[in-house]
């Protein structure tokens, strides 16, 4: 009997040895990428086993970024299968894993897919202080070499170049638990420059340096001189609470539509030229998970690249258990997962007009617009540092230049959404006592807000009253983040109002007339 023992023991042991993964590509560098993982020969396969997905290889079977059950293969059941997954460039390895069912114990590993540190990823552009610039920031893991940005109006000849500076951010400057355990690097921020920009006319840029490598080649369209408007108008795209798309394995944390959108606005873009896009609040729904940025990223580059990539802040951002702004009648808890602004406020850098402030509070003229991006997540009520701001920059708006006048914010004064309790009808209150006298008194146009995961556009109201030369405020948080799907009954204020999935675009065409469109994702049509 021992002997029968043994003997089967050691048949097992060597069917196992049969099982073999293989990992495509080899190698890459841009990110986001698609990678595939085979396995064969994988003894007594079970509905509940695994694949997982692991950066760096030497990660604890606990800590993977993207996890697949065998049974998404066709072939599992004979212990043969193919996946794919998504991932983007972390600046570290990658690995597969198979692993058993209700465990963490894995029976065959991949090869390990080697990532290419140094290659420049996550490019977004942003408006400057200047109309005559624009910035480009990207990360790689790149400590030695100067960040360079080559641009020119020629695309086989870009014949200026700017250099620019590094930074980063690490894990003791954040505010929770759940934060540092999940912190890894975020590499080197690398933030340039480009000056002397002519109005109005397409550039063709490449960033990184000549000794680990270039990005691909990117265009975009500079600013209009100050006060102009060009023929085809000023064109935004605009949303709010998108979210990231790799979603391989997550049940949460996770917004398939939001990819969607994106890839939407690139569509349309290459079609039509857009000059910016504004992202109102809750951009990457990391909250402390360090890597959903990169990939957030991964998501965005393709439009970010191609026009300034505007960013207000919202609570996935910011909130955290004791930030300094908490009054009793706020909302706020610790939605950032203990990221409070860091990673944010590190990876954008907005025109602000206070130093170390820039991304919470500014403003900027585009053409013949005015727009102003304040936070709902700091202190905005009377006598603040930011109210103060915001009205002395509303009062100096030169309307004979910028006629129109844009402000944006994460929270809505006005929404119908009904939650279960009051509490975002309460911190709407206050919003609208504290900012509404301000909007109305200096004519402000247009209001966009988001949070509210759904759309509604108000009629020109204020204190709930529709009234003719007020501000028009719309609400666009339906960008990716799980849909709201209860309204409260009709109030006279609300237009429209839609829980779909979608973006919205404006269009100014003149010095009189903006027309803003709501595009619905599943039929990519104007509603």
């Not at 695994?50 to 066709?74: E, K, M, R």
């Not at 605009?238 to 939407?264: M, R």
């Not at 237009?495 to 903006?514: K, P, Q, S």
């Amino acid at each position: 009997k021992m002997g029968c023992l043994c003997a089967l023991t050691l048949s097992f042991f060597i069917y196992f040895t049969h099982a073999h993964m293989v990992a495509i590509p080899n190698s890459f560098g841009a990110s986001p990428t698609t990678l595939q993982v085979s396995w064969e020969g994988i003894s007594f396969p079970m509905s509940g086993d695994w694949i997982g997905l692991y950066s760096p290889p030497d990660s604890p079977s606990y800590s993977w970024i993207a996890f697949q059950y065998v049974t998404n293969s066709d072939t599992w059941a004979s212990g043969n299968g193919t996946l794919r997954f998504s991932a983007a460039n972390l600046r570290s390895d990658y690995q597969f894993r198979y692993l058993k069912q209700y465990t963490d114990v894995h029976t065959d590993v991949s090869n390990n897919i080697i990532v290419n540190k140094q290659y420049p990823t996550q490019g977004h552009l942003s408006l400057t202080q200047r109309p005559g610039e624009m910035r480009i920031m990207w990360v790689t893991n790149s400590r030695k070499q100067i960040p360079t940005v080559q641009y020119g109006t020629d695309s086989t000849l870009l014949d200026q170049e700017a250099q620019g500076s590094s930074s980063t951010y690490t894990a003791d400057q954040l505010c929770g638990t759940f934060s540092t355990w999940n912190f890894r690097d975020p590499g080197k921020i690398h933030n340039a420059v480009m000056t002397g920009l002519k109005p109005s006319t397409k550039y063709y840029y490449r960033y990184g340096n000549a000794i680990e490598g270039w990005s691909a080649l990117h265009n975009f369209v500079s600013s209009p001189t100050p006060g102009s408007i060009p023929p085809e108008g000023i064109r935004i795209a605009a949303f709010g609470d998108s979210g990231t798309s790799f979603c391989e394995g997550l049940k949460v944390g996770c917004e398939p539509d939001a990819e969607i959108t994106y890839n939407s606005i690139f569509r349309d873009n290459q079609r039509q030229q857009y000059n910016l896009l504004l992202h109102v609040g809750d951009l990457s729904y990391a909250m402390g998970s360090a890597h959903r940025w990169d990939q957030f990223f991964g998501n965005i580059e393709g439009i970010a690249t191609s026009m300034p990539y505007m960013v207000s802040i919202g609570n996935h951002e910011y909130d955290w258990s004791a930030q300094p702004f908490k009054p009793e009648w706020g909302n706020y808890g610790d939605d950032s997962g203990g990221e409070c602004g860091v990673p944010y406020n590190a990876r954008f850098m907005m025109p602000g007009p206070v130093k170390d402030r820039e991304n919470i509070y500014y403003s900027f003229n585009y053409g013949n617009i005015h727009f102003a991006l304040i936070s709902t997540e700091h202190n905005f009520t009377a006598g603040s540092e930011q109210h103060k701001w915001l009205g002395e920059d509303l009062e100096a708006v030169q309307r004979h230049i910028t006629p129109w006048v844009i402000v944006a914010f994460h929270r809505p004064m006005y929404t119908s959404i009904e939650h279960g309790d009051l509490s975002d009808e309460i911190m709407a209150g206050y919003i609208r006592k504290s900012l509404e006298p301000m909007l109305v008194a200096n004519k402000v146009d247009l209001v966009l807000s988001a949070h509210i995961h759904a759309y509604e556009r108000t009629c020109q109201v204020e204190d709930h009253e529709c009234k003719k030369d007020r501000p028009t405020h719309v609400t666009i948080g339906m960008a990716g983040r799980d849909i709201n799907l209860n309204w409260f009954p009709l109030p006279n204020w609300s237009v429209y109002r839609d829980n779909r999935y979608g973006w919205t675009r404006l269009h100014v065409v003149n010095n009189t007339a903006l027309k803003m469109e709501y595009i619905v994702n599943s039929s990519g049509k104007v509603e």
